[in-house]
């Protein structure tokens, strides 16, 4: 149950709660937002302590490391002493820019506004 035995990755992030459920990690995998040591991991790739796991949620990398290798879900307590997050504080509020939101009904935009937001998103 726990100890220094490899352990699926996406097993793993469900034991330490970064995913509510294993289909949730297992589909992270799939769709390339898991990588382990700086490769694209697949859901049944080992994980070992020491290793770095990155995790793409909600449009932000979290930077893992494994302390100790879980198979059951556990504790928030424990699963906080399982990894160590070497994730960096996100940005503050005032210096990420907003996307201009457009009225709910207002139909499509026009070309100016579609050359603004190209020229927004660095197109």
Avoid: Y
């Amino acid at each position: 149950m726990v100890g220094d035995s490899p352990v699926r990755v996406d097993a793993w992030l469900w034991a330490v709660r970064q995913f509510k459920t294993r289909s949730a990690a297992t589909s992270a995998c799939r769709a390339g937002h898991v990588r382990v040591n700086g490769e694209r991991a697949k859901a049944a790739q080992p994980v070992r302590p020491g290793d770095d796991v990155r995790v793409r949620i909600e449009g932000f990398d979290r930077i893992l490391i494994v302390r100790q290798t879980l198979v059951k879900r556990v504790s928030a307590a424990v699963a906080a002493t399982a990894l160590e997050d070497r994730t960096p504080p996100p940005p503050p509020r005032g210096t990420v820019a907003l996307a201009p939101v457009r009225d709910r009904g207002a139909g499509r935009p026009t070309k100016r506004e579609r050359r603004d937001l190209e020229r927004l998103r660095g197109r």
